[in-house]
């Protein structure tokens, strides 16, 4: 029978959580440390929400999104929300996230800090080698993720087929890997579209950095995400993006102004976005520096690691909910 299985991994995995918290806690102790820092709602936070609990130390964490939103109680989300000092969230989205699942007297302790990318490794390519100018030339797509369920890449694949079919010259240069892999490419030698497409692997850094400079247009066509630093990199370097309307994406892409967004699932709508962007070279040259400019000013790491370190410093200063009670 499923369940009780179901109940024993849970139970199996509960046992594994509290030895790691024993570890953590016993570490802190030994270095005399008496506040601990978790990125991410998940599995790695429920071990900090024990090492709180059981050795009495403060806890704050910094969420993501959206994995924990899935599963409020799987992730004991509400109990994280309750124990946690104070939270950072990464985007407007996850705050609300969090206050949905939280009593309005717990909102005090979340606060948007942004992520961001370094601007002097993410740079437009020099004009000695221009992007394509004209719909007479070939359009290079560029999307970087891994290759999941989530990140909507069949979709991408449908819309290539489609721009194809209608007379456009474009290909399209996938970045990453994972478990959808072999289904893309079955997809793409099933409908002709092997002269068009490439997988190219994870890649490092710099190598990603190659491909992007290859790219006339980059796109995400997320069904989840939080706020893709994918994004952010192809928009430091001035490559015009297509992206949907999920999650924290709205908040780094603002719709016409410093990208295209369209609805997650919609072939038709994410091929009508590229064909646009293929057909208007100084709609490209807009949007990308635009975009831009709006990394540089909201997402620029090294200004936001300021904040974030400020608001720990302000945070970690302030009386826990039980100092104040006691």
């Not at 109680?73 to 949905?100: G, H, T």
């Not at 939080?226 to 430091?236: C, I, K, N, Q, R």
Request: aromatic share 8%.
């Amino acid at each position: 029978m499923e369940l009780p299985a179901c109940g024993l991994y849970r139970r199996g995995y509960a046992l594994l959580y509290l030895l790691e918290a024993f570890l953590v806690g016993n570490w802190m102790k030994q270095r005399g440390l008496t506040h601990l820092h978790v990125h991410f709602g998940g599995p790695v936070a429920t071990v900090g929400l024990l090492v709180s609990k059981s050795w009495g130390y403060s806890l704050s964490l910094t969420i993501h999104g959206p994995e924990e939103f899935y599963d409020v109680d799987l992730f004991y989300l509400q109990q994280k929300i309750r124990q946690a000092k104070f939270i950072f969230c990464i985007s407007d989205y996850c705050r609300s996230q969090l206050m949905k699942y939280s009593a309005p007297d717990h909102w005090k302790k979340l606060q948007v800090i942004r992520l961001g990318i370094r601007p002097e490794e993410f740079v437009p390519r020099a004009d000695t080698s221009p992007r394509a100018e004209s719909s007479q030339n070939e359009i290079t797509l560029v999307c970087v993720g891994r290759l999941v369920p989530a990140k909507g890449q069949m979709i991408l694949l449908e819309a290539v087929a489609s721009l194809l079919a209608a007379g456009h010259s474009l290909r399209a240069v996938f970045v990453g890997d994972g478990s959808d892999r072999k289904a893309l490419e079955a997809f793409t030698a099933s409908h002709g579209l092997s002269a068009h497409v490439t997988f190219r692997g994870a890649l490092n850094h710099d190598h990603t950095r190659e491909q992007l400079a290859q790219a006339d247009i980059f796109v995400l066509p997320s069904f989840a995400e939080g706020v893709p630093v994918a994004l952010m990199e192809a928009m430091a370097m001035e490559i015009p993006c297509v992206s949907t309307m999920v999650a924290g994406i709205p908040e780094l892409i603002r719709n016409r102004v410093d990208g295209i967004l369209v609805p997650a699932s919609s072939v038709e709508e994410l091929a009508a976005a590229i064909k646009l962007l293929i057909l208007d070279a100084p709609l490209r040259r807009r949007l990308g520096a635009a975009g831009r400019a709006h990394v540089l000013e909201r997402y620029n790491l090294p200004k936001n690691l300021e904040r974030l370190a400020a608001a720990f410093e302000q945070a970690l200063a302030q009386p826990s909910s039980s100092e104040e009670n006691g």
